[in-house]
């Protein structure tokens, strides 16, 4: 594990000055950085997970302008929030953002809690986003860890030990929070997390612009390049899809996937796994049948579109399909409906279904007028 007993003070001392002073002189101009209110900074941190930070600027901006309070977020529909998070990908934070507003507009006033067991207890709030807000927003003393600081950290000390072990994810909390100033816990955080973001990075570290060159290990060992220790890498699975696009009267059969899972919440075409050697268009048709219990005949190929997740691959190929029979319910979703073209442009769909979507808007097949069509 870590060595996580007393740093010498001289080198803590060290770490900390040089760090805030390169944090202060060089940090970028974020407009989350421009706030001191603790639902803003909230939003910037849930938005942030595992996404970068170009991608987030104009969300925030957006996402502000139509929930300016957590009162307006709480009460607004879910899927109004997941619309307005479309495309910035894992869609769990969206819901737990929204679930978390909701507890705090109704039972703490609106104010965001400034204690770290109320705090942590709300919904999407793990040690990392708890840490940062109160740190950030109240400028307490609490030490975040996310993947820059864990790389920041790992080769300042050289750590040979795996990062993903828990036993070394609880030695480096340990480490960064004797590392933490008091008192300036916020912008302490925020350097440590700006270094593994702008120098410290992940494939073509900048060490001689380092702040705390001097005093890293891995530099002085020539170990940069090896830490952190991860586990190999395995292979990336890869699923394929059939996709069914059933028109009626004008209007297209969407579903909403289970809150529970990837993607819950958001809006979908019925679609199916492919099973072994199982046709596309069998596949198709069974989706259809399995998510919404109605029958449709396929009329033509539609696109195919491929998609990567944080864990696997997919291909998905579509198919212009008609109603035959059955009414449409929900069978293996949490809602089915019959949609119109402006309600789906008004619906939060995932990343790959609004590829689906672009490309019946590219080929004029969204008000679908093609052979069959009632």
């Keep these: 594990m870590p060595d996580t007993s007393p740093l010498p003070s001289s080198t803590r001392n060290a770490i900390r000055r040089r760090l805030l002073s390169w944090y202060y002189a060089s940090h970028r101009d974020l407009p989350w950085r421009k706030t001191s209110d603790p639902y803003r900074i909230l939003l910037s941190e849930f938005m ?34 997941l619309k307005a998070w479309e495309g ?15 507890a705090i507009a109704t039972d703490h006033g609106g104010s965001v809690p400034d204690t770290y067991d109320v705090l942590a207890a709300l919904p999407g709030f793990g040690p990392y986003t708890t840490a ?28 040979n030990q795996d990062v993903t ?16 100033p008091p008192g300036q816990a916020g912008s302490y955080n925020q350097a440590v997390m700006e270094l593994g973001a702008l120098v410290c990075t992940p494939r073509t570290p900048q060490c001689t612009d380092c702040p705390v060159a001097t ?25 394929t899809y059939a996709v069914g696009i059933v028109y009626k009267k004008g209007r297209l059969l969407i579903a909403k996937r289970p809150q529970k899972g990837l993607l819950g919440g958001l809006w979908e075409f019925p679609a199916a796994r492919r099973n072994g050697n199982e046709s596309l268009k069998a596949c198709c048709l069974r989706g259809i049948e399995e998510t919404a219990g109605v029958s449709a005949s396929i009329k033509q190929r539609g696109s195919t579109v491929r998609h990567a997740y944080s864990h696997f691959r997919v291909t998905m190929h579509a198919f212009h399909c008609m109603h035959e029979s059955g009414r449409a319910r929900a069978a293996a979703c949490e809602e089915v409906r019959w949609a ?3 309600e789906i442009d008004a619906l939060a769909f995932s990343r790959a279904n609004r590829k689906l979507i672009d490309s019946l808007k590219q080929a004029d097949l969204l008000g679908f007028s093609a052979t069959g069509s009632e």
């Design 48 to 81: 942030l997970q595992q996404t970068q930070v170009a991608t987030v600027i104009p969300y925030y901006e957006r996402f502000l302008k139509r929930f300016p309070t957590v009162h307006h977020l709480a009460k607004a529909p879910q899927d109004d929030v």
């Design 88 to 102: 910035l990908g894992y869609y769990s934070r969206a819901r737990n953002l929204h679930r978390a507003a909701a």
């Design 132 to 159: 940062a807000v109160l740190s950030i927003a109240y400028d307490q003393d609490h030490a975040v860890v996310d993947g820059n600081v864990i790389r920041v950290l790992s080769r300042l000390f050289d750590l």
């Design 165 to 180: 072990l828990p036993a070394t994810r609880v030695s480096l909390q340990t480490l960064a929070q004797r590392l933490l």
């Design 215 to 239: 005093v890293c290990k891995a530099r002085r060992r020539g170990t940069v390049g090896q830490r952190p220790v991860k586990p190999p890498r395995t292979i990336t699975p890869h699923y």
């Design 340 to 342: 119109t073209p402006a």
